[in-house]
């Protein structure tokens, strides 16, 4: 028997990381050939804790670098100083980075200046503008350079690393780990504990909104809560429900749009099971958020992206996913029409599933294990 095992860390920082590296976190430590650790940085924190409390993953190292308000350079700066720490003392193989966060990008950073090996899980998005999301994109190709796995979630997303000329054989294309946490959680019974949800009438149309990215504080957010706010008041059967990001900037805008209004309830971050079998009974979802895009089409729910422009095309070519824009009237519009229009409605209420079969996280631990073991 083979008693080699693989020192695989898996480092991540904010919800959506958390949410989407939880499987991987779970593989890992299922497995007989790999000594695994979590890292945290706690870029986020209650947002983050909400996710490991769901997912019972305890961290083995807790950087706790939250702070209110701090500038990208303060959160990059000590991840990488805690991050150096953490890896000078397991001293794993290979790291594990998820996605587009400032803790990615760092955490990668200190790999490489290691020389650690990096598999990047979610590699290849790209949308054409790296001020949009912003900083994402920039975190990504970053990323991307110093990458030894990348792990394409899609074939778009690997045709995009090919373009950019990265080793083919380097890139893998797992799926999505997020279709796998999803997978765990969605139950089509379902029943709410919190009771505001539990009292919530789901024969009125609700649409759950969430809007927090940095490149739509501002005009577009004012712009995307205004549209919204027409539709409710003129449609007596719609019902908003929209779990506020903690971000103060994006609740004041919320606030100062929104909050008076009967039909739109400004509610709190909700746990992972509770949001997700949440998208799993609204009727629209209006969104700026990545990993929703990438869950809602597997819940057949119609989902309007409040950007400029998306690194995720596949839901909207499978046409459960619109581009909508940041422009109050063709929100509205498109909006109005899937609310009125059945058939509108029905051609993006279609359940398809581009961005993975579940299965994703199981994919990268073998990757891991056919190269390094
Ligand atoms: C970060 C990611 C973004 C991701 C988002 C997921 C970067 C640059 N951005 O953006 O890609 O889509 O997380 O939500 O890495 N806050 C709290 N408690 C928390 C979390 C946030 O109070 O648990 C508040 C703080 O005031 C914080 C602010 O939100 O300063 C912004 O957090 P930050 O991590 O800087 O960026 P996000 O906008 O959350
Ligand atoms: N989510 C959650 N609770 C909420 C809102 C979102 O658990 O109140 C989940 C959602 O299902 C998705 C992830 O958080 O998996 C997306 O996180 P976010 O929108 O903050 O970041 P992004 O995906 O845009 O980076």
């Known amino acids: ?9 898996t480092v991540f920082g904010t919800r959506p990381e958390a949410i989407k590296m939880a499987p991987v976190v779970k593989v890992m430590e299922n497995c007989e050939n790999i000594e695994h650790r979590t890292c945290v940085s706690a870029q986020h924190r209650d947002m983050l804790d909400q996710v490991l409390d769901i997912f019972n993953i305890k961290p083995d190292f807790d950087l ?86 990348h792990f394409a979630p899609t074939k778009e997303a690997k045709e995009n690393l090919v373009k950019e000329k990265y080793d083919e054989n380097k890139i893998y294309i797992t799926g999505n780990t997020v279709i796998d946490a999803l997978f765990q959680v969605i139950d089509n019974d379902y029943e709410f504990k919190d009771k505001f949800l539990k009292d919530t009438n789901f024969n009125n149309k609700i649409i759950l909104l969430t809007a927090h990215r940095r490149e739509n504080l501002g005009k577009p957010m004012e712009n995307i809560f205004k549209a919204v706010r027409r539709i409710v008041e003129e449609h007596e059967d719609v019902e908003v429900i929209y779990p506020v990001h903690l971000n103060p900037k994006v609740r ?39 990993g929703i895009q990438e869950e809602a089409p ?14 995720r095309p596949e839901g909207i070519k499978a046409g459960t996913a619109k581009l909508a824009g940041i422009d ?6 498109i909006l109005k029409d899937l609310l009125k229009n059945e058939n509108s ?7 398809v599933n ?19 073991l």
């Open 1 to 9: 028997m083979n008693k080699k095992k693989i020192k695989v860390m």
């Open 64 to 149: 706790d670098i939250f702070e209110h308000g701090q500038s990208l350079t303060q959160i990059t700066s000590r991840t990488m100083e805690g991050m150096e720490k953490v890896f000078k003392t397991f001293k794993p193989d290979v790291i594990l980075v998820q996605g587009d966060t400032t803790t990615v990008f760092s955490g990668a950073l200190v790999g490489f200046y290691h020389k650690i090996k990096i598999g990047h899980v979610e590699a290849g998005l790209r949308s054409g503008n790296i001020m949009s999301p912003y900083p994402e994109e920039a975190n990504r190709k970053l990323t991307g350079v110093i990458t030894n796995f």
């Open 252 to 290: 004041k805008i919320a606030d100062n749009i929104l909050k008076d209004m009967d039909r739109v309830h400004l509610i709190e971050p909700l746990d992972y099971v509770p949001f997700a079998n949440l998208m799993n009974k609204s009727h629209i979802i209006v969104t700026d958020s990545g």
């Open 298 to 311: 597997s819940l057949g729910k119609p989902v309007l992206v409040v950007r400029k422009e998306t690194e």
């Open 328 to 333: 109050e009237t063709n929100i509205y519009n």
């Open 345 to 351: 409605y029905e051609k993006m209420a279609n359940a």
């Open 354 to 372: 581009p961005y993975g079969d579940g299965k994703s996280a199981e994919r990268i631990k073998d990757i891991i294990l056919e190269n390094l």
